[in-house]
Nanobody
Framework: VQLQASGGGLVQPGGSLRLSCTAS????????MSWYRQAPGKQRDMVAT???????NYSVAVKGRFTISRDNAKTTIYLQMNSLKPEDTAVYYC?????????WGKGTQVTVSS
């Protein structure tokens, strides 16, 4: 399974960005896809998850500002990030979990700075 993430960049505080992640390869319909992030010197933390049935979970830090969604036909997930703060600056990673195996994509940098 390969994961291709895109959409990162530099944005001012209060701005918005939309990340995308598309899965390809040996795809199974039962899965969970997630966004994680890792700031310099910190551990990688979960941001949001979405199951193939649409169940969603957010971290406390982003709830109310970020929205995860998915297009099952395109095996793609999205992360709409609004009201961005400097503390959201991190490398954002996409993860797909299926039948007990986790697959990670290469990260995309998000920098929130004036």
């Amino acid at each position: 399974v390969q994961l291709q993430a895109s959409g990162g960049g530099l944005v001012q505080p209060g701005g918005s960005l939309r990340l995308s992640c598309t899965a390809s390869g040996k795809i199974f319909s039962i899965n969970v896809m997630s966004w994680y992030r890792q700031a310099p010197g910190k551990q990688r933390d979960m941001v949001a998850t979405i199951t193939n049935t649409g169940m969603i979970n957010y971290s406390v830090a982003v709830k109310g500002r970020f929205t995860i969604s998915r297009d099952n036909a395109k095996t793609t997930i999205y992360l709409q990030m609004n009201s961005l703060k400097p503390e959201d600056t991190a490398v954002y990673y996409c993860k797909r979990s299926q039948y007990g195996v986790d697959y990670w994509g290469k990260g995309t940098q998000v920098t929130v700075s004036s």
